[in-house]
């Protein structure tokens, strides 16, 4: 009869087990949730050796969400400073009568600001107007001021689908290569830019923003987009030095 009265109180406690499993699991669950949403390391740090302190070994745990909390942060980090480019940027472009001609979009790869051809470029010529290469020189410098000289930028140039009619160039791909290199050459002459954060590259009209149908389709497409590179993106591009 004490035999099976003690059973019986041992199958009662076994829901312990369980539930101190599912506290612990909990407490994982919450201190990766807050690791993800929060950019002060110094909070996460404290929360992971309480949590190391309650369950003993728990570096794996802990530096599984430090790796998540500091990439997350330093993504969050990086979204901002490219919103504040923009923001200025987009200010300075307002100020000056230029939203027609140039526009700004943060995307994964980074900040684009697109201008179109018009603004620097004769048809079907790829030198930069004179008269223009101050533009570009101050939008470099507010690149710099607003985030500093870390992240790469690729200059892409892109044309239409219509074909290249002159002696100079062979073809749209030509024209985009070129007119890309001369923005470049610009922004290391006259603007300062180290040679080693920048590369130049045509499109031709492979890469089109809008259906070539059209006249507004086609002025949309010849463009020369300047990139500022996400800095997640600064390994890959070291590694093709």
Not at 92 to 109: A, M
Not at 212 to 231: C, F, H, P, Q, Y
Request: avoid cysteine; charge should be negative.
């Amino acid at each position: 009869m004490y035999e099976e009265e003690e059973q019986e109180h041992e199958n009662h406690e076994r829901w312990l087990l369980s539930y101190a499993d599912f506290i612990t699991l909990l407490m994982i669950f919450f201190i990766i949730m807050y690791a993800m949403s929060s950019i002060d390391k110094g909070k996460y740090e404290k929360l992971t050796t309480a949590l190391n302190q309650a369950m003993g070994d728990g570096s794996a745990i802990a530096d599984t969400g430090s790796k998540m909390g500091g990439e997350v942060g330093n993504g969050l980090i990086e979204n901002e400073k490219l919103k504040k480019v923009k923001e200025n940027i987009d200010k300075y472009l307002n100020e000056n009568n230029l939203s027609d001609s140039v526009s700004t979009t943060i995307e994964k790869r980074g900040l684009v600001i697109s201008f179109k051809d018009s603004l620097f470029f004769d048809s079907g010529k790829a030198e930069v107007r004179p008269e223009q290469v101050d533009k570009l020189i101050k939008i470099s410098k507010i690149i710099n001021q607003s985030m500093g000289s870390d992240n790469f930028i690729k200059v892409e140039g892109h044309t239409d689908s219509v074909p290249v009619h002159n002696n100079d160039y062979k073809s749209n791909w030509d024209l985009s290569v070129m007119r890309a290199s001369n923005v470049a050459q610009i922004l290391i002459d006259k603007a300062s830019v180290s040679p080693e954060r920048l590369s130049a590259t045509g499109y031709g009209e492979y890469r089109p923003k809008a259906e070539n149908s059209t006249n507004e389709g086609k002025a949309t497409n010849r463009r020369v987009d300047l990139l500022i590179m996400n800095s997640k993106y600064n390994e890959v591009e070291n590694n093709k030095k």
